[in-house]
């Protein structure tokens, strides 16, 4: 009984204790209801179990996923199923799309070589077809093959040639034809195709010459020989000397590209085969910078206008050196007084059978073309002529025996020669000789004693002119 009695005692004492450091929270839950919790804490325990619960777990999925997500972004190791197979995949992808792309670029610069290469190959053959044009055919006497031949698709009269029907036409004054209907037939199939151009030239008239000084007649068709490279050569002068010093021969040909602000290049070929393939011998670097186009050779010099001034200089090609410099008193320059083409033409030097000489303009003249003759040697005026032509209303000019012609146009594609003046008359006159720019844009035109041609620079292009003069009569 009295061990009943203590044991009540002790629960009571127990019970007591509890309520004591018992707590009761009240609290609404997630939806809004009213929740009491009652807490007594063990008398037992020191503290909870760690037992993993649902919670646990889900937080450790969780997190494991973070990781993974974080460590793909990263590039790390852990990248999902598949990840470790699909990286080559697209790499090989890579490479191949970039092999093509390099496969692609290669295919196109061989094709670009190869049109440049026909385009060089169509610019030959379309100068060589001009050159064969410009040379008279000789005459020829074809064969005939024996037996009954045939004129015109009928049997040739006795004594009767088989280009009769062409001899035998009226020329030009008599007859329109043009002489480009002849199909020939001279009984094989290997004539059949064989066509025949006669192109008519007016003949003679007894005073024309080309030898010796004389008046300009006509000019001929241009002749291509060459095409500036690059955009420097839009514009620029080339030239012969025709009284070549040593080194350099007489076949020697010298050219200047002119655009651009440091002009001071000088390409030599050794002749016109080598401008045409553009393989110069000699390069020479000039002391003073070019202005302009107005450039020529002689006697073992160069002569040309110094960049922004009315100076002259005699450049010899032997020491490589100045050997002479002067202003040309009063003359206009970089842009004043230039041709009409612009391109601070203001000084055009040139050379003839009379000489060395340039044409210019001055502030007394009030823009007319004033020409002057001047000492070879030490650059020094020896006489000068006043004219009554404008300088900027003319594309260019060039003197030929002592005579200065000037051009219409020099964007016109068919202009003409409108101008002379004959320095030893003292007086001019006017004219009209036609004149074709053929690619649009003529910077420089100017005589070649060496050849006896007109040089000029068209519009990236090298080209020449044939000429026929009168032969001057005796006094």
């Known amino acids: 009984m009295f061990l009943l009695l203590s044991l009540c005692m002790c629960s009571l004492l127990l019970r007591g204790d509890a309520q004591d450091r018992a707590s009761v929270w009240r609290g609404n839950d997630r939806s809004g209801r009213c929740h009491y919790s009652f807490t007594v804490p063990s008398p037992v325990e020191a503290s909870c179990p760690q037992v993993g619960g649902p919670e646990v777990e889900g937080l450790k999925a969780r997190l494991g996923l973070l990781e993974a997500t974080v460590s793909r972004l990263s590039g790390g190791d852990s990248v999902p199923p598949g990840g470790q197979r699909a990286q080559p995949e697209l790499q090989e992808a890579l490479d191949r799309a970039v ?30 077809t001009e050159r064969l044009r410009s040379k008279p ?42 002489l480009r209907d002849s199909a020939w ?195 020094e005026v020896k006489k000068s002529w006043e004219t009554n032509i404008r300088k900027n209303s003319v594309a260019n000019s060039f003197m030929i025996c002592g005579r200065l012609y000037t051009l219409g146009s020099y964007t016109a594609r068919d202009t003409i020669i409108n101008n002379m003046y004959d320095t030893e008359a003292g007086q001019g006159k006017a004219l009209a000789i036609p004149f074709k720019n053929k690619y649009g844009y003529n910077s420089m035109v100017d005589y070649n004693l060496a050849q006896r041609k007109l040089f000029a620079w068209d519009n990236f292009h090298i080209v020449s002119y044939d000429l026929r003069m009168r032969r001057q009569q005796a006094n």
Request: aromatic share 8%; hydrophobic share 30%.
């Open 185 to 379: 037939q001279f009984g094989g199939p290997s004539f059949q195709e064989l066509k025949a151009e006669v192109t008519e030239i007016p003949a003679p008239d007894g005073n024309d010459d080309n030898t010796g000084c004389g008046e300009l007649v006509s000019v001929g068709e241009p002749v291509t020989h060459r095409k500036a490279d690059n955009i420097a050569g839009k514009y620029g002068v080339w030239m012969q000397d025709p009284e070549a010093d040593s080194p350099y021969g007489p076949n020697m040909v010298w050219r200047i590209d002119t655009v651009g602000t440091d002009v001071r290049q000088l390409f030599g070929y050794d002749d016109m085969e080598q401008l045409s393939k553009g393989f110069p011998s000699k390069v020479l670097l000039l002391p003073e910078l070019v202005e302009s186009t107005g450039a020529t050779m002689y006697k073992g010099s160069l002569y040309y206008q110094r960049r922004r001034s009315r100076t002259l200089i005699r450049y010899d090609l032997a020491s490589e050196s100045i050997a002479a410099r002067r202003d040309l008193v009063h003359a206009g320059f970089h842009g004043q007084f230039p041709y009409s083409w612009g391109g601070y033409t203001d000084i055009d030097l040139s050379v003839d059978e009379k000489g060395l000489w340039a044409v210019y303009s001055t502030s007394k003249a009030r823009g007319a073309i004033v020409i002057s003759q001047l000492d070879p040697h030490n650059l």
């Open 137 to 178: 055919c000789p005459p020829q006497t074809p064969a005939v093959p024996p037996g009954p031949g045939l004129q015109d698709g009928g049997p040739m009269r006795p004594g009767s040639s088989p280009l009769s029907h062409l001899m035998g036409r009226p020329n030009r004054q008599g007859d329109s034809s043009s």
């Open 99 to 128: 092999g093509e792309r390099d496969a692609l670029r290669g295919e196109k610069e061989r094709l670009q070589r190869e049109v440049e290469g026909l385009q060089r190959r169509m610019e030959e053959m379309r100068r060589e």
